[in-house]
């Protein structure tokens, strides 16, 4: 059991403190010019515990891309869709490889390694736009469904910049097509893909967001089944071994918590039968997880002996 702080407000002010100092923070997402544009300072932190209290530090309100992190959401929707034959199309292992690596589709014959990299979220997203008439409306209100309010939008700047500057994406969807394991026009699937790594959402959202993966699929707040006990322990397995990139191995060792991070600077990691820790500083490291955003989840998963391990 996770230790109790007698102020976690304050501990979380104490760490988003220390982080802000931090002398080298890593540079900001440029990869397009919404992201690049970003003010790269900005640093939030937010707790939300399975009791529905949400505790947080710094610019825990402000929304932000969340870019990979809706993976988790594409995936939970999809095995709610598909069932286990979703295993048949994507993989479950750790790729040691960067999250828009394409080198390992060839060989392994346009199976991605995991959903949690770029070329699996891409085989999940072709599977919701071939099962719902309206993917990206669907996906939207599944994720205003799991944080509890309307107030959450995309970010259209980025949404259409990101579909200007595809080329990787669209390299990895039609190689996947060439092998049969994209069903749907490579177009739709992309335009699924980019509009749900434009959600904006905050730190307090994101950590009510997932709580249902602490709660054994269960969303605690409502108590709406949001997935199986099962799929919610399966999720997290794969985020653990696979949601921080190729920093995953290395984030179970310091950290030991199922995470997801995104290049718009966020990372959420869950504590099973506890809660939810966001964080969000739009810096990255080179592995494309937020230089702040470790830090603090990493002094707070340490100071209350946080890991699953
Ligand atoms: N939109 C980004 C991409 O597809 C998301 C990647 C990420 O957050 N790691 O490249």
């Known amino acids: ?12 002010q104490s ?33 939300a515990t399975i009791d529905g209290q949400v505790h947080s530090a710094g610019d825990a309100d402000t929304a932000f ?25 994507v993989h479950m292992e750790p790729s040691g490889q960067p999250f828009n690596s394409i080198v390992q589709l060839e060989w392994e014959h346009g199976i991605p390694r995991n959903p949690f990299i770029n070329a699996g979220a891409l ?28 107030q959450i939008w995309v970010d259209n700047a980025v949404y259409h910049s990101e ?34 790594c434009s959600v904006e959402m905050s730190c307090k959202q994101l950590a009510l967001s997932l709580l249902f993966l602490a709660n054994r699929g269960i969303h605690p707040v409502n108590e709406q089944s949001i997935c199986s006990r099962r799929d919610a322990h399966r999720v ?11 920093q995953s191995g290395e984030f179970a060792f310091t950290v030991g918590l199922p995470a997801k991070s995104g290049v718009g600077g966020g990372i959420a990691a869950i504590v099973p039968n ?35 391990y």
């Not at 059991?1 to 979380?12: A, C, F, V």
């Not at 220390?18 to 300072?41: C, R």
């Not at 997290?236 to 190729?246: E, H, K, P, Q, V």
């Not at 810096?283 to 002996?305: D, E, P, V, W, Y």
Request: charged content about 15%; some cysteine.
């Open 65 to 89: 891309s969340i870019q990979s992190v809706s993976k988790i959401f594409g995936l939970v929707q999809a095995m709610n869709r598909k069932g286990d034959s979703l295993w048949q199309r």
């Open 163 to 196: 579909k200007e500057h595809g080329n990787r994406n669209a390299a990895l969807a039609y190689l996947m097509k060439s092998f049969g394991n994209i069903e749907a026009e490579v177009p739709d699937v992309l335009d699924h893909y980019f509009y749900q």
């Open 15 to 47: 760490l988003l403190d220390e982080a802000q100092q931090l002398p080298d923070a890593g540079k900001v997402a440029d990869y397009i010019p919404a992201l690049a544009a970003v003010a790269p300072d900005q640093i939030g932190l937010a707790v």
């Open 274 to 308: 506890y809660g939810v820790i966001a964080a969000w500083s739009p810096k990255l490291n080179n592995f494309g997880n937020s230089c702040r955003g470790m830090h603090m989840i990493t002094q707070l998963a340490g100071q209350l002996g946080l890991s699953v």
């Open 236 to 246: 997290n397995a794969i985020l653990s071994t696979s949601g921080m990139y190729d």
């Open 123 to 150: 085989v999940v997203a072709d599977m919701l736009v071939s099962h719902y008439s309206a993917s990206k409306a669907a996906a939207l209100t599944f994720i205003r469904r799991l944080a509890l309010t309307e």
């Open 1 to 12: 059991t996770p230790k109790q702080p007698s102020n976690l407000s304050l501990l979380l």
